[in-house]
């Protein structure tokens, strides 16, 4: 028995779904496609989001995949980075956005409502008691999220896409605010979700090849 759980070549057996579950798989090939074609958004910025969001799911068959697709469009391999490193702002945004949470249950707040807007205001608690730390993160999200090889609003709506697979409301409340105000418009904010929507399900489906090696074994 091979002791890697993670093979290129495993990839083939998703084709056995095609037998196991044929409509649900056909169904879910259709949406993948019609998620990531040419829309309002390129399907050049749609593969750059499905990297971003490859890297928040942590599935490496789907980077694996998502950034070949992304070279075949002529994406520059600074381009990916840039992405890749949105992602990271964000995953790493979602954490200190809950850490309000954190915060109204240290301070046994009586509030039955666990997520408020106003909460956000809270964050700015922990410049005094973490400054070093808080002062680092903001200076890292701030580099990251400004304009380079991808433009600020490019950068914004794969932060909205990565919003989704953190689920993290505070984050969702402030990059569709920022993504309005940069010209982003609702159907460009739909089709990023719709990425976002498809990378997580994808990460679930070819994740079960090693569903079916386990099985197997």
Excluded: W
Excluded at 50 to 74: F, M, Q, R, S, W
Excluded at 171 to 190: D, F, N, P, R
């Amino acid at each position: 028995m091979s002791d890697i759980l993670y093979k290129k070549s495993n990839l083939k057996r998703l084709q056995e779904l095609s037998k196991l579950v044929p409509k649900t798989f056909q169904a879910f090939n259709q949406f993948n496609q019609s998620a990531l074609s040419e829309g309002v958004l390129s399907k050049k910025l749609k593969e750059l989001i499905a990297v971003a969001v490859a890297h928040v799911t942590g599935c490496p068959y789907c980077i694996e995949a998502h950034v070949g697709n992304a070279k075949k469009l002529d994406v520059s391999k600074e381009e990916i980075s840039e992405a890749i490193l949105v992602a990271t702002a964000l995953k790493a945004g979602s954490s200190i956005a809950h850490g309000v949470n954190a915060l109204n249950a240290f301070d046994n707040i009586e509030d039955d409502e666990l997520y408020k807007n106003s909460f956000r205001e809270r964050f700015k608690e922990f410049a005094d008691l973490s400054p070093e730390p808080f002062r680092a993160f903001v200076e890292f999200d701030t580099a990251a999220m400004k304009s380079g090889l991808l433009s600020s609003k490019e950068k914004e709506l794969i932060a909205v896409a990565v919003t989704h697979v953190t689920d993290c409301p505070y984050c969702i409340e402030a990059h569709i605010g920022k993504a309005k105000k940069l010209g982003a418009t609702l159907e460009e904010v739909a089709e990023s979700i719709f990425v976002a929507t498809a990378l997580k399900a994808g990460s679930a489906y070819t994740h079960s090849v090693n569903a079916l090696n386990a099985y197997d074994r």
